[in-house]
């Protein structure tokens, strides 16, 4: 008598190929869903370094600065002081000859939708016996989607206190679409500075 062994019948082997199909793809959604958490995640954490780091040096560029503006037409008017605006500007340098080097910060409409509604950009402007040169410009933040500054002054004008209000969406817009269908939060940084008083 021969022992025949018995092999998977056809429905058996349906069931286990439906069974591993199913893994499969549970494995492979749960994989591909914390890769898109990892991303919205880092996206975030870089945007929040970079836009500590640049809060940061706009603080210390405001304090160390002088001649601040734009400023009221009437200190003394609550309705005109403190100034709202979507810029700031002020002198790093002035040698009294003439020689000066002006900065500016300001709030500018982005060209591509996909990257937010504005940047933040830096402008210096050296101006050399009393004639500007060409501005040098370059871009500090993307994805800005309010930037304010909020200017209060005292009799002179002279600045008393600088607010620095920046709300930025993180994200990757080298592959801005990979992540589209997670919400990344948006980051919002408030700082005051007083300049340093001039003797």
């Given at each position: 008598m021969t022992n025949r062994t018995r092999g998977f019948s056809l429905i058996e082997m349906l069931i286990a190929l439906t069974i591993t199909a199913t893994l499969l793809t549970a494995t492979l959604t749960a994989l591909d869903t914390s890769f898109r958490a990892y991303?919205?995640?880092?996206?975030?954490?870089?945007?929040?370094?970079?836009?500590?780091?640049?809060?940061?040096?706009?603080?210390?560029?405001?304090?160390?600065?002088?001649?601040?503006?734009?400023?009221?037409?009437?200190?003394?008017?609550?309705?005109?002081?403190?100034?709202?605006?979507?810029?700031?500007?002020f002198e790093t340098a002035n040698d009294g000859a003439g020689n000066r080097q002006v900065l500016r910060i300001e709030r500018r409409d982005q060209s591509d939708p996909q990257r937010g509604p504005y940047e933040l950009w830096y402008v210096q402007t050296d101006i050399v016996n009393d004639v500007p040169s060409e501005a040098i410009e370059r871009p500090?933040?993307?994805?800005?989607?309010?930037?304010?500054?909020?200017?209060?002054?005292?009799?002179?004008?002279?600045?008393?206190?600088?607010?620095?209000?920046?709300?930025?969406?993180?994200?990757?817009?080298?592959?801005?679409?990979?992540?589209?269908?997670?919400?990344?939060?948006?980051?919002?940084?408030?700082?005051?500075?007083?300049?340093r008083k001039l003797d």
């Open positions: 991303k919205v995640t880092t996206e975030g954490a870089s945007t929040n370094v970079v836009s500590r780091m640049m809060m940061s040096r706009i603080m210390t560029m405001i304090r160390t600065g002088e001649e601040f503006g734009p400023y009221p037409t009437d200190v003394l008017d609550s309705a005109q002081n403190p100034v709202t605006s979507t810029f700031i500007e500090l933040l993307t994805g800005v989607t309010e930037a304010t500054f909020t200017l209060e002054y005292d009799i002179g004008p002279r600045l008393r206190r600088a607010t620095v209000d920046l709300t930025i969406k993180p994200n990757d817009y080298q592959d801005a679409r990979f992540s589209a269908d997670l919400e990344t939060p948006t980051i919002r940084l408030v700082s005051t500075v007083n300049p």
